[in-house]
Structures are given as structure tokens and as C-alpha cells.
């Protein structure tokens, strides 16, 4: 059966209850409802998570993410960039069989001086076997970070001159090395080598390189309580490329390299 892909990217951290669709023309979208109520995307994200995190607390997480989603602390999530395919009779976004998912945080991570898009809880869940129908929504997903930081972000936040990601050292899965060359091949993402630490390894792709040095601040006490990553990148990923992120009080991040992507 063929397999159809809804993507787009939902606006969070404004509202208590919904999180709001901001579709993009480029993409298709009409699995995609255009209001979600915020527990429900959590529990959809935590969901997903359970197979490309072997993450089984699904209650937990979906509370975790529902903080994370949610109005409220100095480095919130701004968005859900979610991909998901449908096969033909598909009538909601539940009944999705295959996606990607990332979060978009914006964060200084105590290496810059102005908050920067980070990349995280990047995440491919598959429940389909067919793979030669099945599509790879985690680049759709890439795609789109890249177009709604650079056409809606941007014009919110003068500051912003890039979007980065970390991937850890020694991840569970796969290995730093072949998740830095999988995102700098794939995405475009350089390797910033004067923050590396003993955890990460923290990657840039930059859309305004002459406005970048000014936001850099070598000498900032880089902070872990925001942020901490279980595959490489900014997101937590069991799949090429997917990151979950940990933070001190609302996410935990999961850094972006996964195998699965």
C-alpha cells in the first residue's frame, strides 16, 4: 500500500492547552490537524520515542514533553517539526505508520551570548514493514527546521545566525564519529571544535556567518543543566541522527544520530 507523508511544523511554548500548525506550501499537510491540544502531541512524541529511544516510561515522557511544550522558563521550545506517513484510509494523525520528529529549542547553552536554535529529541519511528514504501521523514524534518528558523524565526529574533545541535561522545548507539559525518554531509553542519568538552561534541550550520562571532562567548561557563543528550547531536536519537535532549527542569535532550534516520 502506498504510504503518504503529512509534515509540518507546530508552534509550542505559547499556549497552555493547543499547540498551533504552521504549514508550509512545500510540503504536504493534510493528515495534519491545524489545532492539536499539546497533551495529545506529547503523548505522539512520546510514543514515537518508545521505539527509536527504546524508551518505555511513555506516562513520563509524555509528562515531560507536555512541560516542555508548555508556556513558561528562559529556554523553551518553540516548536515540534514533525513528519509522519499514512497509508490510503488514514483519518487521523494517530493512525500515522512511519515519522520523524525533532524539537526546536532556543537556548544559549553557555556558550553564546545570544539564545541560538538548538536541535533536539530528533526521533524516527517506524511501524511499518514494507520499507520500500516508506519514505525518510527525518530529512523532511531537517528541511523543514531549516525553513522555519530562516523564514519565521529570523524575523522574530534579529540575533539568530544559525542552528546547532551536540552529539555525544560516547552514545549508546552507533558512534560520534559517524554521526559528525553524517551531519555535516547530510545538513551542512561544521563541527565548532573550541566548545567541545569531555560529553559533546557540538555542531553548527550557520545562515549569517559574518554576524556569528559576536554571539560567541568562549569565556561563558557552559551550562549542562539545560540540556543533556543521549545520541549525538541536540536531540536524543536510537536511529541515525535523532537527539534527546535533558534539561535541568523541562527536557531531556536527546542529541541528533540515530541510525534509523
Same mark, same amino acid.
Given at each position: 500500500?502506498?504510504?503518504? #507523508?503529512?509534515? &509540518?511544523?507546530?508552534?509550542?511554548?505559547?499556549?497552555?492547552?493547543?499547540?498551533?500548525?504552521?504549514?508550509?506550501?512545500?510540503?504536504?499537510?493534510?493528515?495534519?490537524? $491545524?489545532?492539536?491540544?499539546?497533551? !495529545? %502531541?506529547?503523548?505522539?512524541?512520546?510514543?514515537?520515542?518508545?521505539?527509536?529511544?527504546?524508551?518505555?516510561?511513555? !506516562?513520563?515522557?509524555?509528562?515531560?514533553?507536555?512541560?516542555?511544550?508548555?508556556?513558561?522558563? /528562559?529556554?523553551? +521550545?518553540?516548536?515540534?517539526?514533525?513528519?509522519?506517513?499514512?497509508?490510503? &484510509?488514514?483519518?487521523?494523525?494517530?493512525?500515522?505508520?512511519?515519522?520523524?520528529?525533532?524539537?526546536?529549542?532556543?537556548?544559549?547553552?553557555?556558550?553564546?551570548?545570544?539564545?541560538?536554535?538548538?536541535?533536539? !529529541?530528533?526521533?524516527?519511528a517506524k511501524n511499518y514493514s514494507d520499507e520500500?514504501?516508506?519514505?525518510?521523514?527525518?530529512?523532511?524534518?531537517?528541511?523543514?527546521?531549516?525553513?522555519?528558523? *530562516?523564514?519565521?524565526?529570523?524575523?522574530?529574533?534579529?540575533?539568530?545566525? &544559525?542552528?546547532? %545541535?551536540?552529539?555525544?561522545?560516547?552514545?549508546?548507539? &552507533?558512534?560520534?564519529?559517524? %554521526? *559528525?559525518?553524517?551531519?555535516?554531509d547530510k545538513y551542512g553542519y561544521d563541527e *565548532? +571544535? !573550541?566548545?567541545?568538552?569531555?560529553? #559533546?561534541?557540538?555542531?553548527?550550520?550557520? #545562515? $549569517?556567518?559574518?554576524?556569528?562571532?559576536?554571539?560567541?562567548?568562549?569565556?561563558?561557563?557552559?551550562? $549542562?543543566?539545560?540540556?543533556?543528550?543521549?545520541?549525538? /547531536?541536540?536531540?536524543?536519537?536510537?536511529?541515525?541522527?535523532?537527539?534527546? $535532549?535533558?534539561? +535541568?527542569?523541562?527536557?531531556?535532550?536527546?542529541?541528533? /544520530?540515530?541510525?534509523? *534516520?
Amino acid at each position: 500500500m502506498t504510504v503518504s #507523508y503529512s509534515s &509540518g511544523v507546530y508552534i509550542v511554548g505559547t499556549s497552555k492547552k493547543n499547540a498551533m500548525l504552521k504549514a508550509y506550501s512545500d510540503f504536504d499537510n493534510h493528515m495534519l490537524p $491545524k489545532k492539536i491540544a499539546i497533551i !495529545e %502531541l506529547a503523548a505522539i512524541v512520546a510514543g514515537m520515542q518508545k521505539k527509536c529511544f527504546d524508551d518505555n516510561n511513555i !506516562e513520563k515522557n509524555t509528562e515531560r514533553l507536555h512541560d516542555m511544550f508548555s508556556p513558561g522558563g /528562559g529556554e523553551k +521550545t518553540v516548536a515540534v517539526v514533525i513528519s509522519l506517513g499514512f497509508l490510503d &484510509g488514514a483519518t487521523s494523525i494517530q493512525d500515522f505508520v512511519d515519522g520523524g520528529v525533532a524539537t526546536i529549542q532556543m537556548s544559549n547553552q553557555g556558550i553564546f551570548k545570544i539564545q541560538q536554535p538548538w536541535i533536539n !529529541e530528533v526521533c524516527r519511528a517506524k511501524n511499518y514493514s514494507d520499507e520500500k514504501h516508506l519514505l525518510k521523514p527525518v530529512e523532511s524534518v531537517m528541511h523543514l527546521i531549516d525553513k522555519h528558523i *530562516l523564514t519565521f524565526l529570523t524575523s522574530k529574533r534579529k540575533g539568530i545566525n &544559525g542552528v546547532y %545541535l551536540y552529539v555525544e561522545k560516547k552514545p549508546k548507539l &552507533g558512534n560520534a564519529s559517524g %554521526l *559528525l559525518t553524517y551531519y555535516h554531509d547530510k545538513y551542512g553542519y561544521d563541527e *565548532l +571544535t !573550541e566548545f567541545t568538552d569531555d560529553e #559533546y561534541h557540538y555542531m553548527g550550520k550557520l #545562515y $549569517k556567518p559574518k554576524s556569528a562571532s559576536p554571539t560567541r562567548s568562549k569565556s561563558s561557563t557552559r551550562s $549542562k543543566s539545560s540540556t543533556r543528550s543521549n545520541s549525538s /547531536g541536540s536531540t536524543r536519537s536510537n536511529s541515525s541522527g535523532s537527539t534527546r $535532549k535533558r534539561s +535541568t527542569s523541562s527536557t531531556r535532550k536527546r542529541s541528533a /544520530g540515530s541510525s534509523n *534516520l
